[in-house]
């Protein structure tokens, strides 16, 4: 098996909708471009990647969003060097469609209370089906690696929520650890990093906004 040394998981540049709330009464979540500024993050995030990834191969899996594509042309990788696919399981969190402001700071707040993980938006998900639809892509993602010509660098252009719920699969958080933990700035990374003892560690850890209380032993 062909394990890749390391995986890097990329949060999108600024999106219109990440500055302005109002946007998401005209136009589609999945629709939505980036600001100049979140070019300009996904353009900085490039220069570290190619200098992460050298003259490496790469496996690359987009999210089906247009800002998540906007992202990945923005990164200036060399096209000899990426396969590159679109994967709808790596899109965000689904909040239903035509959003109303009102009704979704309202559900927001439902969320906040009852908890990220567990919480459904009407006429759309919850993190644990995130969750479900994100584990199903990492079992694919590991028949992959059967290939022995598998690259030895996967990226994967996502979403914040998505790429928490991504490590959480990954590396067996509880559902207490992941609540306790802050998604990633827009244009920022992590990176599962192959170890000398065969196992995949983070390179650095999600931002803590609290203590995470479990249920029982396994917290």
Not at 32 to 41: I, M, P, V
Not at 135 to 151: I, K
Not at 204 to 216: Q, V
Request: hydrophobic share 35%; charged share 30%.
């Amino acid at each position: 098996m062909a394990r890749p040394r390391r995986i890097v998981l990329l949060r999108h540049g600024e999106s219109v909708g990440n500055i302005d709330d109002s946007v998401y009464e005209r136009e589609p979540d999945h629709a939505l471009s980036l600001t100049a500024k979140g070019r300009r993050q996904a353009e900085e995030a490039g220069a570290r990647l190619r200098e992460l990834f050298g003259d490496e191969q790469i496996s690359a899996y987009v999210s089906p969003y247009r800002r998540t594509h906007q992202t990945f042309q923005a990164l200036g990788l060399d096209p000899r060097r990426v396969r590159v696919r679109e994967e709808p399981r790596l899109r965000e969190q689904d909040w239903g469609n035509w959003q109303d402001p009102e009704d979704v700071r309202r559900q927001k707040a439902y969320r906040d209370a009852y908890g990220h993980f567990f919480y459904r938006f009407a006429q759309g998900e919850s993190g644990a089906d995130v969750y479900d639809r994100v584990g199903a892509f990492l079992e694919s993602l590991w028949r992959s690696f059967e290939d022995p010509a598998h690259p030895p660098n996967v990226l994967l252009v996502t979403h914040g929520l998505t790429m928490r719920l991504f490590c959480m699969r990954w590396l067996h958080w509880t559902v207490a650890e992941f609540e306790s933990l802050s998604n990633p700035g827009n244009g920022e990374m992590r990176a599962l990093l192959l170890g000398l003892d065969g196992r995949y560690h983070l390179d650095r850890p999600f931002e803590r906004w609290c203590t995470p209380e479990s249920y029982g032993y396994s917290g």
